[in-house]
């Protein structure tokens, strides 16, 4: 179990990791169920948060698997790349993630009335398997990193989709357009995963981050976002708190531009807020 530990503490920071998925989740909760008792709404952000976190720590396990050859040659001090945790520990471990994340999800549809939705979700499992495969088209993929960025971004389109499915919401101009704010949220998170400059063991950089290619064109992006996402939230709910939040993240980032460390506690300390007015001030 300390070799588990180890894994987790260093790939999957589980404190992280469930703050991350809370806010997700409370952000979808919030789109999608604007207009249900909070009650309810706090019971199925817990359920779609859990299900978002076993889905991360899925993700996390096949990538270890996907990126092998890659990490082997950039990283050889990694969990996996030192034999801390074994392959059959992996497997376990992804399909314990894979078992609770469609337990969980299944839940989440039935306890509104609609156990149905679950083939949504099934939709997120297909697509995430084809990222895995990396779309059968892993040379082309890695030579145009935008097009890979975008490609695996899509997969967040689903996830409202889903949401909406075990909510019965009604789509109309405000909700698809704070569904379009989430996937940009997500995709800023995203950036933030990867925003930092990253050296191989002879000292070159690895131009697998967001920092290392785009430059100054990843902090310019997650400032867009986080002012635009605030826009878009602020339409459906008609609450001034969204555009007070992103006009203070983006005043907070641009002092802190310099610092990378500052900017991507930022951009998540201003999703995490958003999330949180999203599902409690509808």
Not at 5 to 16: C, D
């Amino acid at each position: 179990m300390n070799n588990l530990r180890q894994y987790l503490a260093e790939r999957f920071p589980l404190g992280i990791t469930a703050s991350h998925a809370l806010a997700t989740s409370a952000m979808l909760v919030g789109i999608a169920a604007r207009n249900q008792p909070l009650p309810d709404r706090i019971w199925s952000t817990l359920g779609i948060a859990t299900t978002f976190f076993f889905f991360m720590l899925r993700m996390r396990v096949t990538d270890e698997f996907k990126d092998r050859s890659h990490d082997d040659a950039n990283y050889p001090n990694r969990p996996v790349q030192l034999g801390t945790i074994t392959t059959p520990q992996l497997i376990a471990l992804g399909s314990f993630a894979l078992t609770a994340e469609l337990v969980v999800a299944f839940m989440s549809g039935y306890a509104t009335g609609n156990p149905i939705a679950i083939l949504w979700h099934l939709s997120i499992l297909g697509y995430s398997l084809l990222t895995h495969f990396e779309f059968f088209a892993k040379s082309f993929l890695e030579r145009h990193f935008n097009i890979y960025f975008l490609i695996h971004q899509q997969i967040f389109i689903l996830y409202p989709v889903w949401v909406f499915s075990i909510w019965n919401t009604d789509l109309n101009s405000g909700t698809l357009g704070a569904a379009f704010a989430f996937v940009l949220y997500m995709s800023a998170m995203e950036i933030v995963r990867k925003y930092e400059i990253r050296r191989n063991p002879d000292g070159g950089i690895v131009m697998d981050t967001y920092l290392s290619v785009w430059k100054a064109g990843a902090f310019w992006a997650m400032l867009g976002i986080s002012a635009l996402g605030a826009i878009l939230l602020e339409l459906l709910s008609r609450n001034a708190v969204h555009l007070i939040i992103g006009a203070i993240t983006s005043i907070l980032m641009l002092s802190a531009r310099t610092n990378s460390e500052k900017v991507r506690a930022l951009v998540a300390i201003g999703f995490i807020v958003q999330s949180g007015v999203t599902l409690t001030w509808p």
